[in-house]
């Protein structure tokens, strides 16, 4: 009996608003607690909401961005609830008519194959406020709780799957790339460890070949890409086991277990939630009109796939190359704006994907904890280029614009560390060094070609490095055979 | 002496011209309210110091020559659901005793742009819930007319107030019939407007889709002038509706030559008082004989008009009262040892019967397996009323019924039957079903006891209320 994983995901991602989705507190992170704070997002008796322009407009993104039908009129809702985060004792989110429907994202496996995941829906709506526990780790054995409201009504788009995926291996892809795909739309940052994207993952298991789904497990308030993996591994085998031991899935929320790598129950369907969903009176229906569609649509940034079609045909970078840099897009913006400055894209791509990543892994940092500017790296890769200094003094020269950010053209000069590639200025050097060797010189004439790399490096230490290693090759060569 | 007993508009041409004194207007409203509220107690704080500033500041104007706005200068009180920065707003509930707010509602800014003087804040039913007055968690209001009744509610501190003339002007809110129903017990004149007109920030949130704040006056020129100074778009409040404010006093004449007057069966017929009925007759005997024709309409969607309001309303007002939880502000009960134990203990030590009654029904009426077969229905069955209204304007200009079915009932007379008490409002509920605007003013005195005429107009046809309105009064003065 062999059974088949079905897995959805549901995604929160907070939209990139400068301010909250219903009032103008801004949503800057980690300020003081309950200082971007007003009568609106604190639940102040008398408050009412008010739609934040921006925020529709990435929800806009969102949807063209991942091929959704947008309801040019769409509803919001109170979902009703006691918890001390939520000011209100509601939040207001969307129901039965949510902002777009029926989109995919277009994932591709390691074995090559294109699969679409579907997504069912995305809406709008406002996030809680943070609930510190005092007295312990976290809630378990806290002696109070401490309310944050910093983040009370910031804007959350919550993107629903179908449930397409069918391996740990989908549901990572997909991740990937609607995280990816968010990054680019400009929609949000993403970044699952500031809280810009939370997942909870819905696994079940059907016979195989069978048409209808299984009982399904929720497991809430994953922290990582890399635990989510876990968690659908375990459910996985967690379920096979209750199954093929004759007993029944129980649909229930469950708990991921860091340590432990497992999931335990949480709460039973018994239990959960009665949200009273009822459309929200203070709110009229969401328009969206087609120009507004149209205008947005006009100014969507590149997308993943655009751009790495872009970085093959147009930029000549290998498929690996363009991924590689495609899936980052700190690094690929790096990269473009660098490439704007040298008009060298793959030599470019070679620095920002081994070279830098090589030395922030070294320092165990992250590329904006550097002084390193595109601007800079261009100018350095043109040094390069023109002859300047050479591949191996550009290290160092890497080093000084990491560490100080100072121009490159600044830190050759002051250090005379240009490129010798005046043929007048090596000829002595390559004169003398033969003179001073002359058993060296014997075994080259005798047919030993590998006495010419210890001749490169006499002369490369005689010049502190600065020779042009491709004219002293040639003029060893020349000199020797003569 | 009797400076209080004018009206606003009366007292704007002495004020300009310096006969009276600001400071003399707000002492002689505090004098009086000394002499009085103790018996009727209309309020439930008093802005002694701060208005007799105010004042001061206005009479220093008026010595520089300035030119006075229409109200500026007049003292108003204010019903404690509105929200002033820095002051104590109760709603009359135990649950926010010492609650202050951190901001103004937007009607407040516009008070204060005109100059208004805020006397105090008038007492009310807890969080507007009520017919009555006495489900405030602090006083009952009397009735001034004769104590023994109640003012109506849930603005029965305002009406009161005006009544008395322990104000010359205030302001209610009304979310199915909480301004027109008081107004018409004490026998004052008070106005809900068009949903959407005026701005709903900082009003203490009832029921979203039905709550508007409106005046309560001695006559119609002095709620038209206070409309002028509340109406209008406000970006806070999304329901706001944004349209030109006409200026309303010059709705203010008697042509009604050919006004058309609907009268619907459903509100004048069974569980009327006899002479309500009679005291609405004869006033449209009175407009007829002023050029305007009526006829009986019937309105058949009416009947269910109490039922959907009162699952309607409620739903909404659980999920509105749901922020009072205890963890921000107001009340937090000492019991809470648990998270739970403080939700329940501070909700169920901190609201009053009625709140929780229509929390627990609203609650019940969105729950799983019920919200079908009861909001929704009831979200229908507004819409069938609201057809019915738009049907009716077709033919006629302005509706006519009684404001309630009875006078002024005696205090504790209904209290022991909710349903006894949902009745009182039969007449006024259908109109915020529909969002339109209402005027109550009085017609009739039967038994020593004020009855009111309620004039219903198209969506944001404020103006033909008034002008019906005006023309009867001034036709029977």
Request: hydrophobic residues 35%; aromatic residues 8%; negative net charge.
């Amino acid at each position: 009996m062999t059974f088949e994983p079905v897995i959805g995901l549901e995604v929160h991602v907070q939209a990139k608003t400068k301010t909250k989705l219903f009032c103008a507190c801004a949503t800057e992170f980690g300020e003081m607690q309950n200082s971007n704070i007003c009568p609106i997002c604190t639940g102040q008796p008398g408050a009412l909401p008010v739609i934040n322009r921006k925020a529709v407009e990435l929800a806009i993104k969102a949807a063209l961005a991942t091929n959704c039908k947008i309801n040019t009129k769409s509803i919001f809702a109170r979902k009703n609830y006691f918890y001390p985060d939520l000011p209100k004792g509601y939040q207001i989110s969307q129901f039965e008519k949510p902002f777009c429907e029926h989109g995919y994202v277009d994932i591709e496996l390691s074995d090559g194959t294109a699969k679409k995941i579907g997504l069912t829906r995305i809406h709008m709506e406002e996030d809680a406020g943070k609930n510190v526990h005092q007295g312990a780790d976290g809630i378990l054995g806290s002696d109070y709780s401490l309310v944050d409201l910093n983040r009370a009504c910031t804007p959350l788009l919550e993107i629903v799957s179908e449930p397409d995926m069918r391996s740990v291996e989908d549901a990572r892809l997909f991740l990937d790339q609607l995280k990816l795909t968010m990054q680019y739309a400009g929609v949000s940052d993403a970044d699952m460890e500031k809280g810009q994207l939370r997942v909870d993952v819905n696994v079940s298991l059907r016979k195989k070949g069978a048409q209808e789904y299984g009982v399904r497990a929720e497991i809430k308030n994953m922290n990582s890409f890399r635990n989510i993996e876990r968690a659908i591994k375990y459910e996985i085998e967690r379920q096979t086991e209750v199954l093929e031991s004759g007993g029944e899935v129980a649909q229930e929320t469950r708990n991921f277990d860091d340590a432990t790598g497992t999931t335990t129950s949480l709460r039973s369907k018994e239990e959960s939630h009665d949200y009273r969903y009822f459309p929200e009176p203070d709110l009229l229906p969401l328009e969206v009109s087609k120009e507004w569609i149209e205008q947005v649509k006009s100014e969507m940034p590149e997308l993943p796939a655009a751009r790495n079609k872009r970085y093959i045909e147009e930029l000549g970078l290998s498929d690996y190359d363009a991924m590689v840099l495609v899936n980052n897009k700190i690094y690929s913006d790096f990269f473009e704006a660098a490439v704007s400055v040298c008009g060298e894209p793959k030599l470019t791509c070679n620095w920002v994907t081994s070279e830098i990543p090589g030395y922030l892994k070294d320092k165990n940092i992250e590329l904006c904890d550097t002084k390193l500017t595109p601007n800079n790296l261009g100018k350095m890769i043109s040094l390069i280029k023109k002859g300047t200094i050479s591949g191996k003094i550009a290290k160092t020269v890497l080093t000084e614009m990491i560490e100080k950010g100072t121009d490159p053209e600044i830190v050759v000069k002051n250090s005379g560390m240009t490129q010798i590639a005046n043929p007048d200025e090596l000829e002595p050097v390559i004169n003398a060094i033969l003179a001073a060797n002359p058993a060296q010189v014997e075994q080259y004439k005798k047919g030993e070609q590998k006495v010419l790399g210890f001749f490169v490096g006499q002369i490369m230490k005689e010049t502190k490095g600065r020779a042009n290693p491709g004219l002293v090759n040639q003029l060893l060569k020349e000199q020797l055979s003569s | 002496m009797t400076l209080n007993t004018k009206t606003a508009h009366e007292l704007h041409a002495r004020l300009q011209s310096g006969e009276i004194k600001a400071t003399e207007l707000v002492n002689s409203v505090f004098q009086t309210i000394d002499q009085k509220d103790n018996d009727i107690k209309a309020y439930l704080s008093l802005r002694r110091e701060k208005a007799i500033a105010e004042a001061e500041a206005i009479d220093l104007n008026i010595q520089k020559g300035e030119k006075l706005s229409p109200l500026e200068g007049i003292p108003i009180a204010v019903k404690d659901n509105i929200c002033i920065q820095g002051e104590v707003t109760t709603c009359a509930s135990k649950f926010l005793e010492n609650f202050k707010s951190s901001y103004n509602a937007t009607v407040i800014d516009r008070l204060r742009k005109a100059g208004m003087i805020i006397i105090g804040k008038t007492n009310m039913d807890e969080f507007a819930m009520g017919s009555s007055t006495e489900n405030s968690a602090y006083q009952v209001t009397r009735n001034p007319r004769d104590t023994a009744t109640v003012p109506g509610g849930s603005s029965g501190g305002s009406a009161a107030a005006v009544a008395a003339d322990e104000a010359i002007v205030a302001l209610g809110s009304d979310t199915g019939g909480s301004i027109r129903q008081p107004a018409s017990f004490c026998g004052v004149v008070g106005m809900k407007p068009t949903y959407g007109r005026v701005s709903r920030y900082g009003l203490v949130a009832f029921a979203s889709s039905l709550d508007q704040i409106g005046p309560l006056t001695k006559d119609v020129r002095d709620t038209a002038e206070l409309l002028n100074v509340i109406c209008g778009k406000d970006k806070m409040d999304s329901t706001s509706v944004d349209l030109p404010i006409p200026d309303f006093t010059k709705a203010l004449n008697q042509d009604i030559q050919g006004l058309k007057i609907g009268v619907p069966k459903e509100l004048i017929g069974e569980g009327v008082d006899e002479e309500v009925k009679n005291s609405v007759l004869s006033a449209l005997d009175q407009l007829k004989q002023q050029g305007a024709e009526w006829a009986e309409i019937s309105l058949p969607s009416f009947d269910k008009a109490l039922s959907t309001y009162y699952i309607i309303a409620p739903a909404e007002a659980s999920a509105n009262l749901a922020r009072y939880d205890g963890v921000k502000y107001g009340y937090r009960s000492k019991q809470a040892p648990t998270l739970r134990d403080m939700y329940f203990n501070t909700r169920s030590e901190g609201f009053g019967m009625e709140v929780k009654r229509r929390i627990l029904i609203g609650t019940y009426v969105l729950s799983a397996g019920y919200y079908d077969a009861y909001y929704l229905k009831a979200q229908k069955a507004r819409t069938l009323i609201l057809n019915d209204f738009q049907k009716a304007f077709e033919s006629y200009d302005v509706i006519i019924s009684p404001t309630a079915p009875t006078t002024a009932f005696k205090v504790g007379e209904k209290t022991s039957d909710p349903l006894q008490m949902y009745m009182s409002d039969f007449a006024t509920i259908p109109v915020n079903m529909a969002g339109l605007p209402a005027i109550s003013i009085p017609c009739n005195i039967s038994r020593g006891l004020p009855v009111g005429l309620q004039i219903i107009g198209k969506p944001f046809d404020e103006e033909t209320v008034l002008k019906v309105a005006y023309s009867y009064e001034q036709g029977t003065k």
